[in-house]
């Protein structure tokens, strides 16, 4: 097995008309995949990034994305040049988007159209399954994912000339789903707060899922849409350890502050459901029955988890953070993921890639639904109304009126 920073050589030295994929296959562990065991993790990753250049950050490394001709990784030259090199800072670009609303066809997801209002996120969650979308911008899914944003410019007026097309059916608009809406730029850019104004005048529902306490900033915009049976609201609350949190959410709410949402949330006469995801073997799974109860002290009606999901470069993003922060779980973790996977890191099956399959999967689904059911959790959900939406006045009809 390669280690990573022997990966990452070997990928420089691939000819330019062959992918760098084949690299990013030499992840940690990954001779399971061919039924071999896995060989012996290092004790260190020693392609990460100096730490006093990823402070505050999520990912360890910056491998090039998957379908880059070249892998690029940085060597000493033995002058002490990488002592030179800058702390990885947030850059901030803009895309004009000419459609916002994604739409979906998978038969697992409760939702069929979503929005992200943001490309990448600060959050720098270590396992989040987004990461690999950066890649399609030529970046890497480690580090640049959480520091190379993009904002979507003009998004309030490309949703209004979207939900007046004469076509358009109303369905509950999903927000959340791949980058984090409330992530720290939304103070400064407020996308998601011009959607949210766009949505609420033309009462459309929406359901949102967040790890950030900003989302009660617009309390003022979502009580009155939920008064309607317009608007719901999902906080992810991955541990109630503050310092588990920071290692694996670094520019996340930390979790009082996702609980005193939650409260504010309910008190506001919000729907408010809690997302205990992802669940990561033997790191946080031993936390489900105290997250649940504290979310439902907090106002939370329903709960839902998902399981920890590694597709693509997540796979050696989320093993450099396991070797460098638990070490000593490195085997155990991995084996556990590798056994609700079929023996692979993932698997994209609709209906598993969620959940998970085999023993261990199994146990972690009952422990839930026991500890829902004696809480009280997910007796009922609250349903968002269609009947309401009036599109947007388009040009010639805003004429009308004068």
């Known amino acids: 097995m390669l280690s990573v920073e022997t990966a990452a050589r070997t990928a420089a030295t691939v000819p330019p008309s062959q992918s760098a994929k084949p690299a990013q296959k030499q992840s940690l562990g ?14 260190t990753v020693e392609s990460a990034v100096a730490e006093d250049r990823r402070r505050g950050r999520g990912a360890l490394t910056n491998a090039s994305g998957r379908y880059e001709p070249h892998a690029r990784v940085a060597e000493d030259d ?6 030179s090199l800058e702390a990885f800072q947030t850059q901030v670009s ?10 979906n066809d998978s038969p697992d997801l409760s939702f069929d159209r979503s929005i992200n209002p943001y490309r990448g996120c600060e959050h720098g969650c270590v396992y989040c399954f987004a990461r690999p979308t950066h890649a399609y911008m030529g970046l890497s899914p480690g580090l640049d994912f959480e520091t190379r944003l993009f904002v979507k410019d003009g998004v309030a007026q490309a949703l209004e000339r979207e939900l007046s097309a004469p076509n358009y059916q109303p369905k509950t608009i999903a927000i959340g789903t791949n980058t984090d809406p409330y992530q720290p730029i939304e103070r400064q850019h407020r996308n998601m707060r011009a959607i949210l104004e766009v949505l609420s005048r033309a009462n459309h529902p929406v359901g949102i899922v967040t790890k950030s306490a900003l989302v009660t900033r617009d309390i003022d915009i979502l009580a009155p849409m939920a008064e ?5 609201v999902a906080i992810s609350v991955t541990s109630l350890d503050g310092k588990l949190s920071r290692l694996m959410e670094p520019r996340a709410a930390q979790p009082q502050k996702r609980l005193d949402a939650l409260r504010e949330l309910s008190a506001a006469g919000i729907p408010t459901a809690a997302l205990v995801a992802p669940i990561i073997p033997a790191i946080n799974d031993h936390e489900i029955e105290a997250i649940l109860d ?8 329903s709960a839902g988890y998902v399981m920890l999901r590694l597709p693509l470069e997540v796979e050696n993003i989320f093993g450099e953070w396991l070797l460098t922060h638990f070490p000593a779980k490195y ?8 056994g609700m996977r079929g023996g692979k890191a993932y698997d994209s099956s609709f209906g598993q890639r969620m959940k998970g399959t085999g023993a261990y999967a199994w146990l972690t689904g009952r ?28 040009g010639p009809e805003q004429l009308m009126l004068l």
Request: charged share 30%; with cysteine.
């Open 30 to 43: 990954n001779n399971a995949r061919h039924g071999e065991k896995p060989a012996p993790p290092t004790e």
């Open 294 to 301: 504290r979310v439902q002290a907090a106002g939370a009606r």
């Open 94 to 103: 803009y895309e004009k988007p000419r459609t916002v609303i994604t739409r």
């Open 78 to 83: 033995g002058w002490d040049s990488l002592g």
């Open 228 to 232: 309607k049976g317009l608007a719901k």
């Open 367 to 394: 422990r839930f639904e026991v500890a829902s059911a004696k809480l009280g959790l997910n007796v009922s959900r609250a349903k968002l109304r269609c009947d309401l939406f009036k599109p947007p006045l388009r």
């Open 331 to 338: 085997r155990h973790v991995m084996s556990l993921v590798r």
